[in-house]
């Protein structure tokens, strides 16, 4: 959960970024396996369902570069986060839009240097929208959590009431 000015290092995340996950995950997201969002989506659903009842308003995702999305064909998070958002039966608003091309961030292992690479990144496509709204924020997988943060930040600096973030994926912490 985040608040103003602070990230919390726990995301929800019904599995482990490891082997055969890690796998599944890289051909819905490098692969063109853009039908696997029908599994995943009820996973997470159920997951989020389980702890986050009642805690969120809308439903949003942390969207890919334009360049990246015309490059791979899709966003795997927006994919996701729609699935997501028909098995809970919630609303899918898109609050953000991704401003800078940056590099991936599974390129970058130092934690500051992800969190420098996705600084000012994004920003919030209506703040009219998200004014006093409690967002369950999507992603694919989290590592270190830089992109949910930054992310959070900037869709707390626009009025959100809170955000919640959940991926399908987490790295295990060793």
């Not at 890690?22 to 696997?36: A, E, M, P, V």
Request: aromatic content about 10%; hydrophobic content about 35%; overall charge positive.
């Amino acid at each position: 959960m985040f608040q103003t000015g602070e990230f919390f290092a726990r995301c929800l995340s019904p599995l482990y970024f490891e082997h055969p996950v890690r796998g599944s995950i890289h051909r819905f997201k490098f692969r063109g396996c853009q039908s696997y969002c029908f599994t995943y989506g009820p996973i997470l659903a159920d997951c989020i369902a389980s702890h986050y009842a009642g805690q969120y308003d809308i439903l949003s995702w942390v969207p890919v570069s334009s360049k990246r999305r015309r490059t791979r064909g899709y966003d795997q998070a927006e994919l996701l986060a729609r699935s997501t958002a028909q098995a809970l039966g919630v609303p899918l608003v898109a609050t953000l839009f991704k401003v800078k091309d940056t590099p991936p961030q599974s390129s970058l292992t130092d934690r500051a240097r992800r969190r420098a690479n996705i600084s000012g990144a994004y920003t919030c496509l209506d703040p009219a929208q998200i004014v006093g709204q409690r967002i369950l924020l999507i992603d694919d997988v989290v590592t270190t959590g830089s992109t949910f943060s930054e992310s959070a930040r900037c869709l707390l600096s626009a009025g959100a009431d809170n955000v919640l973030c959940a991926s399908l994926a987490r790295v295990p912490e060793h």
